[in-house]
């Protein structure tokens, strides 16, 4: 995986990140969902660097970057903007001031995060899976709870959640988690799914549960605010999403929805569940490599 980049650790204000590089050409950001890392991209980013130069980071809490002692008021330094500080700091420690960025699930709602904050910086953005986190705890209903658990799971207070996790084999973890319905593991490599299972620790545990109580908690207060006060997305927004996800299963337009919260917005549903760059890379691949052209730059 990952053949054509070189991997390094880079110390942010607020977390030590994990990330790999590789290829030329106009930068392009990758962001992974939970309970994932970069290497949930790993079957498109070769392909990716052949155009663009590619960064794909460990979200803070997750893979190989640090996990936040303190977790802030509200979990503020769990929160999507904090997230999205990190990549920000570090694209710019690359040299990096204006970039395309991409990111599935949680990744996403750290790129929307990223784009609200700083569309001078994310010029081009495309979102993988998911609906803005204030539609949905805003329009939540049994069948988004069935397919949704872990959102209310996860935000109970510590250490309950922590410790049921970690209570548990870590590939016993994963297989149930990642192996949806109808689909299974068949789409994620032996390599990848071993990383993944790596991954799950006592750390990523913490701080994917921090991540999961802040987009309760202090995320909701900043989109709350961020909707009353009329602010969207102005940069071209490309939405992704899996048609027999959770995403397209419960909400079906997914971008009648999203262009409440963005000017420019275009997508697609695509054939396969939730794990859309391991799903279906060939679309994803396809789409990206449309949307993030280098005469978009």
């Given at each position: 995986?990952?053949?054509?980049?070189t991997?390094?650790?880079?110390?942010?204000?607020?977390?030590r990140?994990?990330?790999?590089?590789?290829?030329?050409?106009?930068?392009?950001?990758l962001?992974?969902?939970?309970?994932?890392?970069?290497?949930?991209?790993?079957?498109?980013?070769?392909r990716?660097?052949?155009?663009?130069?590619?960064?794909?980071?460990?979200?803070r809490?997750?893979?190989?970057?640090?996990?936040?002692?303190d977790?802030?008021?509200?979990?503020?330094?769990y929160?999507?903007?904090?997230m999205?500080?990190?990549p920000?700091?570090?694209m710019?420690?690359?040299?990096?001031?204006?970039?395309f960025a991409?990111?599935?699930d949680?990744?996403a709602?750290?790129?929307?995060?990223?784009?609200?904050?700083h569309?001078?910086?994310a010029?081009?953005i495309?979102?993988?899976?998911?609906?803005?986190?204030h539609?949905?705890?805003?329009?939540?209903?049994?069948?988004?709870?069935?397919?949704?658990?872990?959102?209310?799971?996860?935000?109970?207070?510590?250490?309950f959640?922590?410790?049921?996790?970690?209570?548990v084999?870590?590939r016993?973890?994963m297989?149930?988690?990642?192996?949806?319905?109808g689909?299974?593991l068949?789409?994620?490599?032996?390599?990848?799914?071993?990383?993944?299972?790596r991954?799950f620790?006592?750390?990523?545990?913490?701080?994917s549960?921090?991540d999961?109580?802040?987009?309760?908690?202090?995320?909701?207060e900043?989109?709350?605010?961020?909707?009353?006060?009329?602010?969207r997305?102005?940069?071209?927004?490309?939405?992704?999403?899996?048609?027999?996800?959770?995403?397209?299963?419960v909400y079906?337009?997914v971008?009648?929805?999203?262009?409440?919260y963005?000017?420019?917005?275009?997508?697609?549903?695509?054939?396969?569940g939730?794990y859309?760059?391991?799903?279906?890379?060939?679309?994803?691949?396809?789409?990206?490599m449309?949307?993030?052209?280098?005469?978009?730059?």
């Amino acid at each position: 995986m990952f053949e054509r980049f070189t991997s390094g650790d880079f110390q942010g204000t607020g977390a030590r990140i994990h990330y790999v590089k590789g290829g030329g050409g106009p930068p392009l950001l990758l962001l992974h969902g939970n309970p994932l890392t970069h290497v949930s991209w790993h079957k498109i980013a070769d392909r990716l660097a052949e155009h663009f130069t590619v960064v794909a980071t460990d979200l803070r809490g997750y893979g190989d970057s640090s996990c936040p002692e303190d977790p802030g008021e509200n979990w503020s330094n769990y929160s999507f903007r904090a997230m999205a500080q990190d990549p920000l700091e570090l694209m710019e420690h690359l040299g990096f001031q204006q970039f395309f960025a991409a990111g599935h699930d949680r990744g996403a709602r750290t790129v929307h995060r990223m784009g609200l904050d700083h569309p001078e910086r994310a010029t081009r953005i495309a979102l993988l899976d998911i609906l803005p986190t204030h539609y949905i705890w805003t329009h939540t209903s049994k069948q988004w709870a069935n397919s949704s658990w872990h959102w209310n799971f996860m935000i109970q207070p510590p250490d309950f959640p922590e410790r049921m996790m970690a209570s548990v084999p870590a590939r016993w973890y994963m297989e149930k988690k990642l192996g949806k319905a109808g689909i299974g593991l068949a789409p994620f490599t032996d390599e990848a799914f071993d990383e993944y299972v790596r991954c799950f620790d006592e750390k990523t545990i913490r701080g994917s549960c921090g991540d999961y109580r802040a987009a309760a908690t202090i995320d909701f207060e900043y989109d709350s605010a961020d909707v009353e006060a009329g602010r969207r997305l102005t940069q071209p927004t490309l939405v992704l999403w899996g048609r027999v996800s959770h995403t397209g299963r419960v909400y079906g337009d997914v971008l009648k929805i999203w262009r409440e919260y963005a000017d420019d917005v275009q997508g697609r549903a695509l054939e396969c569940g939730h794990y859309v760059p391991e799903h279906a890379p060939e679309d994803v691949y396809d789409d990206l490599m449309a949307f993030f052209k280098p005469s978009n730059v």
